[in-house]
């Protein structure tokens, strides 16, 4: 998955894949289901869902002004990649289908949002999604002290999660469970060392099926839950 990045943005990774065919395994037998991209930055994600399930409706949420230009060019990009137009086309709202069907086809692969995971959540319907899925920032206070040059040239707003590295996944945790449909899943992209710290903010938050999958170094790189039924 190759899509088009900047220094507003951190660079997409191959251990996003992992996370992507796991997030779409996940939808295995939902009909038209709808998904949800937290911190999505460039989009590879969501988008990565959208490849693998086509049927698929994503909606891709990005704080940063400057990342969110990316991921607006991305998701237009990836709809061209399938063949799409991008002319005289009305845009359908997220989670929306249109009331007629007046033949026109959509404008993106996913709709991109411009807002703020901390907040985002209080205008979601519950139980409406079917999936949500995000690579959130997830480095310690200290591991920002310690970056490789080359990593260290990304924005620290993508980058940096507080002094445990934890207040994303603690967020999404406490907040977003409801807007998953019961039996709902949740994909979310973790730093090697938090496979244990993440479960356990899951598990204190009531989610259910708790399991983590290992990216192709064999390093734990993506922790899966479900909204209980």
């Given at each position: 998955m190759?899509w088009?990045?900047?220094?507003?943005?951190?660079?997409p990774r191959?251990?996003?894949?992992?996370?992507?065919?796991?997030?779409a395994e996940?939808?295995?037998?939902?009909?038209a289901?709808?998904a949800?991209?937290?911190?999505a930055?460039?989009?590879?994600?969501?988008?990565?869902?959208?490849?693998?399930?086509?049927?698929?409706?994503?909606?891709c949420v990005?704080?940063?002004?400057?990342a969110?230009?990316y991921l607006?060019?991305?998701t237009?990009?990836?709809?061209?990649g399938?063949?799409?137009?991008?002319?005289?086309?009305?845009?359908?709202s997220p989670?929306e289908?249109?009331?007629?069907?007046?033949?026109?086809k959509p404008?993106r692969a996913?709709?991109?949002?411009?807002?703020?995971?901390?907040?985002?959540?209080?205008?979601?319907?519950?139980?409406?999604?079917?999936?949500?899925?995000?690579n959130p920032p997830?480095?310690?206070?200290?591991?920002?002290g310690?970056l490789q040059?080359?990593?260290?040239?990304?924005p620290a707003?993508?980058?940096?999660a507080?002094?445990?590295?934890?207040v994303f996944?603690?967020?999404i945790?406490e907040?977003y469970?409801?807007?998953?449909r019961?039996?709902g899943?949740?994909?979310?992209e973790?730093?090697?060392?938090?496979r244990?710290?993440?479960?356990a903010?899951?598990?204190?938050?009531?989610?259910?099926?708790?399991?983590?999958?290992?990216?192709f170094g064999?390093?734990?790189?993506?922790?899966?839950?479900?909204?209980?039924?």
């Amino acid at each position: 998955m190759n899509w088009p990045w900047g220094r507003a943005c951190s660079v997409p990774r191959a251990d996003t894949e992992v996370v992507a065919e796991t997030a779409a395994e996940m939808l295995a037998g939902v009909e038209a289901p709808r998904a949800l991209d937290l911190c999505a930055g460039t989009g590879c994600l969501g988008l990565g869902v959208k490849r693998l399930c086509p049927a698929a409706q994503v909606v891709c949420v990005e704080k940063s002004p400057e990342a969110y230009v990316y991921l607006e060019k991305n998701t237009r990009l990836a709809l061209k990649g399938r063949g799409g137009s991008t002319e005289n086309v009305l845009d359908a709202s997220p989670f929306e289908e249109p009331a007629f069907d007046w033949g026109m086809k959509p404008t993106r692969a996913a709709e991109p949002v411009e807002g703020d995971l901390f907040t985002y959540w209080e205008s979601l319907p519950e139980g409406q999604l079917d999936l949500i899925v995000s690579n959130p920032p997830y480095l310690t206070a200290q591991e920002m002290g310690e970056l490789q040059p080359e990593v260290a040239k990304e924005p620290a707003m993508a980058l940096e999660a507080g002094e445990d590295g934890l207040v994303f996944y603690k967020a999404i945790a406490e907040h977003y469970q409801k807007a998953l449909r019961p039996g709902g899943a949740l994909a979310l992209e973790i730093g090697w060392q938090q496979r244990e710290a993440v479960t356990a903010l899951l598990e204190a938050n009531g989610w259910a099926d708790i399991a983590c999958r290992k990216d192709f170094g064999g390093n734990d790189r993506c922790v899966t839950a479900r909204r209980p039924q």
